[in-house]
């Protein structure tokens, strides 16, 4: 009940509401983009709560819990039209969807409470995977009689398919011009999965932004690719190039800025653990907060 949220118009559609508190925002009293994903974040676990199916876990089922599996995101895009800021009251509803066969797609929207404006939107893919031997899992039948009939299979996704991030530029030592080595987590970051949190990937990402262009530009999207999870003993490094300079174009700094990104282990193995793309805008547009 102390959540808060609710179905929307008797639906399976889970509305929230959020005050932006003083410390989720920046000098500029803007919300920063992490601060959003962790509003996406807490919304989904309680839509699952009110949905009477969780389990004990990071948004995993009861039988998902009984068959030792768990969540995990593959993909997600969130797009930012105005950064919320404080102390502006947003709304957030989200719901679920299939994707594929063996899939689960969560789309978010967040608006303006007392406007109805669009501020963000987001979408992402899921699939199973064995707690214990970190395999990924077809959705078993039991799993399968929980989550299907709360989709909403008939309700528009919160992105077009023409608006779907196209695939994401692999980057290496020859490609990468920024790069941010000897990048640790601590336990603080792990999630109830044994997981490095999304937030610390993102974190990841946009150490490795110029400076320089972040003081110019807004973050105006983000696109992520996980490959693979990321524990607390793993050193990261992170790579960036601005896609243009990828593709051998000349930049148009009337366009908006496009940056593809590389998250991998920093051993012998280079693993990938995330790809990423940005899209920026200049802070000078009008949509820039």
């Given at each position: ?162 608006e779907e991030s196209p695939r994401i530029t692999k980057l290496d030592n020859t490609t990468a011009e920024n790069r941010r080595s000897h990048l640790k987590s601590t336990t603080a970051d792990l999630d109830m999965n044994q997981h490095v949190n999304n937030l610390k990937y993102i974190n990841w990402v946009l150490d490795s932004v110029p400076v320089e262009h972040m003081e ?74």
């Amino acid at each position: 009940q102390l959540r808060q949220g609710g179905f929307v118009d008797n639906s399976l559609m889970y509305r929230q509401i959020f005050v932006v508190r003083s410390y989720e925002v920046g000098p500029d009293r803007l919300m920063s983009i992490r601060e959003i994903f962790s509003l996406f974040q807490e919304t989904a676990l309680n839509h699952v709560q009110l949905l009477g199916i969780a389990g004990d876990g990071f948004g995993a089922t009861r039988a998902m819990n009984r068959l030792g599996l768990i969540w995990v995101v593959t993909k997600m895009k969130v797009e930012v039209n105005r950064y919320p800021v404080w102390p502006e009251v947003v709304e957030i509803d989200t719901w679920v969807a299939h994707a594929g066969k063996n899939g689960m797609q969560r789309d978010w929207i967040m608006r303006s409470y007392q406007t109805d404006e669009v501020l963000a939107r987001a979408t992402s893919t899921w699939c199973m995977m064995d707690g214990v031997t970190r395999r990924l899992s077809k959705i078993p039948d039991e799993v399968r009689a929980e989550i299907v009939p709360c989709f909403m299979d008939d309700y528009p996704s919160s992105f077009r398919e023409d608006e779907e991030s196209p695939r994401i530029t692999k980057l290496d030592n020859t490609t990468a011009e920024n790069r941010r080595s000897h990048l640790k987590s601590t336990t603080a970051d792990l999630d109830m999965n044994q997981h490095v949190n999304n937030l610390k990937y993102i974190n990841w990402v946009l150490d490795s932004v110029p400076v320089e262009h972040m003081e110019k530009h807004v973050l105006a999207s983000i696109s992520l690719e996980y490959r693979r999870e990321c524990h607390s003993t793993d050193v990261v490094e992170s790579l960036t190039n601005s896609k243009m300079d990828i593709q051998g174009n000349d930049s148009d700094p009337s366009r908006p800025c496009e940056y593809v990104h590389l998250l991998r282990k920093q051993d012998s193995s280079n693993q990938e653990i995330l790809r990423g793309m940005t899209k920026w805008r200049r802070r000078s547009d009008p949509l820039n907060c």
